[in-house]
């Protein structure tokens, strides 16, 4: 198989948040540094006196992560950002908010031209949200998603 470009350059992609789980899906609009997906798995292993490898390794955890900086600081996308933020109507409140369980979707090009899906079905925003106030600089909402185990798998990536 000849080395090419095409096949390890994806492309752009969408950030899909849909919240409250079950509703319409909004679009996160423009973003900074793209959208990261990050899979990490923390694992033991299993180790007896007589051997010097592990005889077997257990999953402890697994995490599956969708990692975004958000250009346009919409208070929707605010609001996603803030695990307990409470949207209404043009004021987010914080303190006193419930964690927020929504479905986030990236939605890019694959190597070879098709469609790949990355799906947290169930994810909450977890980790601290800041955002500059400076002449000239571009309002970033960071924010990093974490999903949940609900119904189905925590993540599933689709290429179509």
Same mark, same amino acid.
């Given at each position: 198989m000849a080395n090419t470009k095409s096949r390890v350059l994806a @492309? #752009?992609?969408d950030v899909l948040i849909t919240y409250p789980v079950g509703g319409v899906a909004v679009d996160a @609009?423009? !973003?900074?540094d793209g959208v990261i997906w990050e899979g990490a798995t923390e694992t033991f292993d299993v180790m007896v006196e007589e051997e010097t490898l592990p005889i077997?390794?257990?999953?402890?955890?697994? !995490?599956?992560?969708i990692i #975004?900086?958000?250009?346009?600081a919409s208070l929707f996308n605010i609001d996603k950002a803030i695990p307990g933020g409470l949207l209404a109507a043009a004021t987010i409140s914080i303190g006193g908010g419930a964690i927020?369980?929504? !479905?986030?979707?990236i939605v890019g090009t694959t190597p070879t031209? @098709? !469609?790949r899906t990355i799906t947290l079905a169930l994810c909450t925003a977890v980790g601290t #949200?800041?955002?500059?106030?400076?002449? @000239?600089?571009?309002? #970033?909402?960071p924010v990093r998603?974490?999903?949940?185990k609900g119904a189905g798998a925590g993540c599933t990536i689709v290429d179509t």
């Open positions: @492309g #752009v992609a @609009g423009y !973003t900074v077997e390794r257990i999953i402890l955890t697994e !995490t599956a992560a #975004v900086n958000m250009a346009e927020k369980e929504m !479905t986030v979707e031209g @098709g !469609t #949200v800041s955002t500059p106030y400076q002449k @000239g600089a571009i309002q #970033v909402v998603f974490e999903a949940l």
